[in-house]
């Protein structure tokens, strides 16, 4: 009998989405089916800005799953992203390493830093914790700048090698924009999974009770302070892998990876997208950094074009364009 | 060991700088007892909630729950034992969640041995899910909230927002549960439905209570033992009678 009253009435938990016959399950499928089939009719210059795309949603996720989720304000994730992008680009012009080898080292080292870094800004409460993490992204530009024996400082590292694979004697080189397209799309899916994974365990439920109400969490026995400071490596790390993706498809990395900018970009993917929600996530990125890409054709009025829309969507979609979607969704189930 | 009260405070004292808002209480409650601790706004009886379930630090006394000294402990520390819960005087709920997973969240910590283990998203995971699932169902039905249960807890009555607080304590099964003000703001209907709540708690699941409480009616009816606080001290203690005929605690906060 609870399985039919559930399928009538609508959980909050299951952010709004009516359950039953579900739309979501072909409508993504299509989705993939067409990313996978994307290089065949867009050009190199669409597909370029797609990639930009995906390599932002993995900060992204990992901003989501901070704010969106565990209800954290942090601008770090340009210092994760910049650290992942140099520790990438270290270990691949050094060493020559493979890249599955740059790429899961980047994450496993963002994530080392992200804990001696977390465990002091995490003690701060709301205001001063956002302050201490923008204070991270200006201290890793400013290594990268000034520790010129390692970053080689302004001139940054350039000719990172593209992505290679080496598996025994066997070896090959993702050189294309198309052949990156895929590898950066299997990531990204791989991305969206482990995020989904996460959001819809236990764990991810207790993350949701911090958000809501962080006394009341601790009150039913949560560690609040411990799941804080495991998602916040968690969010470091995607940011770490993104930066990685970044360092071998642009080929190049300064101190400019360390941007502020780059912080505010995943910050209004997430707030844009609507935070909380994983779909609201990646249409965000797809919107926001493919948006920037596509105004890059009037340089002067980019930034003029791009405030005006932000501006718009504060006052229009408050919450993101997440319950949007949701509304498409509904209304999509009630035609049929 | 049944002997012992399950908690026994001694010379608790609290101070923000030269105030003493809790000054040297003794209290104690036994296995199974209802106690009722009244007195007028301001008498420290929040405060000496706070610094018994850590929420505040007490300056000086002791805490011993189940013969364990837990003095000093943080809020987090002693919720996550299990043992003894409190509810806080402005109802809170997890809002945006509905009851069923506000009832799920309250008793993980105590189903999952750790907090790896609950990113976990095997078969063993889901059934200490569906496990906590069954018993968040069935304390649901018994708080008489199962037909507003896919609702966010947000968007329900104060008074039922009080009774999800209360089933999310009984989720963990705790020897002790400390109530601050739980018929604050709820229209009479639903008093005798938490009052009723907290009787069966008590008779059917061995909880032991201590409550704060202006309704005067609801702590004669419901405790056996009274204690009064006045200014930050034991101003009484006895059966509800005693307490009604003292002079003083009339004088000080019953009026008359």
Same mark, same amino acid.
């Given at each position: 009998?609870?399985?039919?009253?559930?399928?009538?009435?609508?959980?909050?938990?299951?952010?709004?989405?009516?359950?039953?016959?579900?739309?979501?399950?072909?409508?993504?499928?299509?989705?993939?089916?067409?990313?996978?089939?994307?290089?065949?009719?867009?050009?190199?210059?669409? #597909?370029? *800005?797609?990639? @930009?795309?995906?390599?932002?949603? $993995? +900060?992204?996720?990992?901003?989501? =799953?901070? %704010?969106?989720? !565990?209800?954290?304000?942090?601008?770090?994730?340009?210092?994760?992203?910049?650290?992942?992008?140099?520790?990438?680009?270290?270990?691949?012009?050094?060493?020559?390493?493979?890249?599955?080898?740059?790429? #899961?080292? *980047?994450?496993? @080292?963002?994530?080392?830093?992200? $804990? +001696?870094?977390?465990?002091?800004? =995490?003690? %701060?409460?709301? !205001?001063?914790?956002?302050?201490?993490?923008?204070?991270?992204?200006?201290?890793?530009?400013?290594?990268?700048?000034?520790?010129?024996?390692?970053?080689?400082?302004?001139?940054?590292?350039?000719?990172?090698?593209?992505?290679?694979?080496?598996?025994?004697?066997?070896?090959?080189?993702?050189?294309?924009?198309?052949?990156?397209?895929?590898?950066?799309?299997?990531?990204?899916?791989?991305?969206?999974?482990?995020?989904?994974?996460?959001?819809?365990?236990?764990?991810?439920?207790n993350?949701?009770a911090i958000?809501?109400n962080e006394t009341l969490a601790e009150s039913v026995?949560i560690?609040t302070?411990?799941?804080?400071?495991?998602?916040?490596?968690?969010?470091?790390?995607?940011?770490?892998?993104?930066?990685?993706?970044?360092?071998?498809?642009?080929?190049?990395?300064?101190?400019?990876?360390?941007?502020?900018?780059?912080?505010?970009?995943?910050?209004?993917?997430?707030?844009?997208?609507?935070?909380?929600?994983?779909?609201?996530?990646?249409?965000?990125?797809?919107?926001?950094?493919?948006?920037?890409?596509?105004?890059?054709?009037?340089?002067?009025?980019?930034?003029?074009?791009?405030?005006?829309?932000?501006?718009?969507?504060?006052?229009?979609?408050?919450?993101?364009?997440?319950?949007?979607?949701?509304?498409?969704?509904?209304?999509?189930?009630?035609?049929? | 060991?049944?002997?012992?009260?399950?908690?026994?405070?001694?010379?608790?004292?609290?101070?923000?700088?030269?105030?003493?808002?809790?000054?040297?209480?003794?209290?104690?409650?036994?296995?199974?007892?209802?106690?009722?601790?009244?007195?007028?706004?301001?008498?420290?009886?929040?405060?000496?909630?706070?610094?018994?379930?850590?929420?505040?630090?007490?300056?000086?006394?002791?805490?011993?729950?189940?013969?364990?000294?837990?003095?000093?402990?943080?809020?987090?520390?002693?919720?996550?034992?299990?043992?003894?819960?409190?509810?806080?005087?402005?109802?809170?709920?997890?809002?945006?969640?509905?009851?069923?997973?506000?009832?799920?969240?309250?008793?993980?910590?105590?189903?999952?041995?750790?907090?790896?283990?609950?990113?976990?998203?095997?078969?063993?995971?889901?059934?200490?899910?569906?496990?906590?699932?069954?018993?968040?169902?069935?304390?649901?039905?018994?708080?008489?909230?199962?037909?507003?249960?896919?609702?966010?807890?947000?968007?329900?009555?104060?008074?039922?927002?009080?009774?999800?607080?209360?089933?999310?304590?009984?989720?963990?099964?705790?020897?002790?549960?400390?109530?601050?003000?739980?018929?604050?703001?709820?229209?009479?209907?639903?008093?005798?439905?938490?009052?009723?709540?907290?009787?069966?708690?008590?008779?059917?699941?061995?909880?032991?209570?201590?409550?704060?409480?202006?309704?005067?009616?609801?702590?004669?009816?419901?405790?056996?033992?009274?204690?009064?606080?006045?200014?930050?001290?034991?101003?009484?203690?006895?059966?509800?009678?005693?307490?009604?005929?003292?002079?003083?605690?009339?004088?000080?906060?019953?009026?008359?």
């Amino acid at each position: 009998m609870t399985e039919i009253v559930r399928d009538q009435t609508v959980t909050a938990a299951e952010h709004k989405v009516a359950t039953g016959p579900d739309l979501r399950v072909p409508f993504g499928l299509g989705l993939a089916a067409l990313a996978c089939v994307a290089p065949l009719f867009l050009g190199n210059y669409p #597909l370029h *800005a797609i990639i @930009i795309a995906l390599i932002f949603l $993995l +900060p992204a996720h990992g901003l989501n =799953l901070l %704010l969106g989720y !565990t209800g954290l304000l942090s601008l770090a994730q340009a210092a994760f992203f910049g650290i992942g992008a140099y520790a990438s680009a270290l270990l691949a012009v050094h060493f020559g390493t493979p890249f599955y080898v740059n790429f #899961l080292a *980047a994450g496993l @080292i963002t994530g080392a830093i992200a $804990l +001696p870094l977390g465990i002091p800004a =995490l003690r %701060l409460r709301s !205001t001063s914790f956002v302050m201490c993490t923008l204070g991270f992204v200006i201290i890793g530009q400013a290594i990268a700048k000034n520790w010129i024996s390692l970053t080689r400082g302004d001139m940054g590292l350039a000719a990172v090698p593209r992505p290679y694979f080496a598996l025994g004697p066997a070896s090959f080189t993702v050189s294309g924009t198309v052949g990156f397209y895929y590898l950066v799309l299997v990531i990204a899916a791989l991305a969206t999974l482990a995020v989904y994974l996460i959001v819809r365990s236990p764990a991810g439920r207790n993350m949701i009770a911090i958000r809501e109400n962080e006394t009341l969490a601790e009150s039913v026995g949560i560690p609040t302070w411990h799941y804080k400071l495991v998602v916040f490596m968690i969010s470091a790390i995607f940011a770490g892998l993104g930066g990685s993706l970044y360092a071998h498809y642009l080929t190049v990395v300064s101190p400019l990876t360390f941007q502020m900018y780059y912080s505010t970009t995943m910050l209004i993917i997430v707030l844009g997208g609507g935070a909380g929600t994983i779909s609201g996530v990646i249409f965000g990125s797809l919107l926001f950094v493919g948006l920037t890409e596509a105004l890059r054709v009037a340089p002067e009025l980019r930034m003029i074009a791009y405030g005006f829309f932000l501006l718009a969507l504060v006052f229009y979609f408050p919450n993101g364009f997440a319950p949007l979607i949701g509304r498409f969704w509904s209304f999509l189930e009630r035609r049929k | 060991m049944s002997g012992l009260p399950i908690l026994d405070i001694s010379g608790l004292c609290k101070s923000y700088g030269a105030v003493r808002a809790v000054d040297g209480i003794d209290l104690h409650v036994n296995r199974g007892e209802i106690c009722g601790l009244i007195g007028p706004n301001g008498s420290g009886k929040s405060t000496f909630f706070d610094c018994v379930t850590g929420l505040a630090k007490p300056s000086a006394g002791a805490v011993k729950l189940d013969g364990q000294d837990i003095t000093g402990w943080s809020l987090n520390d002693i919720a996550r034992e299990g043992r003894m819960l409190r509810s806080f005087q402005k109802t809170v709920v997890f809002s945006a969640l509905d009851i069923e997973e506000n009832l799920v969240i309250a008793g993980q910590m105590f189903t999952f041995p750790g907090i790896w283990s609950t990113f976990g998203i095997g078969a063993a995971a889901r059934n200490r899910v569906a496990a906590l699932r069954e018993r968040a169902r069935e304390l649901i039905q018994i708080a008489g909230l199962w037909d507003v249960r896919f609702q966010p807890a947000g968007k329900l009555s104060g008074g039922q927002q009080k009774l999800i607080q209360f089933a999310s304590m009984l989720m963990p099964e705790p020897k002790l549960i400390l109530l601050d003000e739980p018929m604050a703001g709820i229209n009479p209907k639903l008093i005798e439905r938490v009052v009723d709540s907290i009787r069966l708690a008590n008779t059917s699941f061995g909880v032991s209570f201590l409550i704060i409480e202006h309704n005067i009616d609801v702590v004669t009816s419901l405790c056996k033992r009274v204690v009064v606080l006045d200014q930050g001290r034991k101003l009484a203690e006895g059966t509800p009678d005693e307490i009604v005929q003292n002079q003083a605690v009339r004088e000080a906060y019953l009026g008359g």
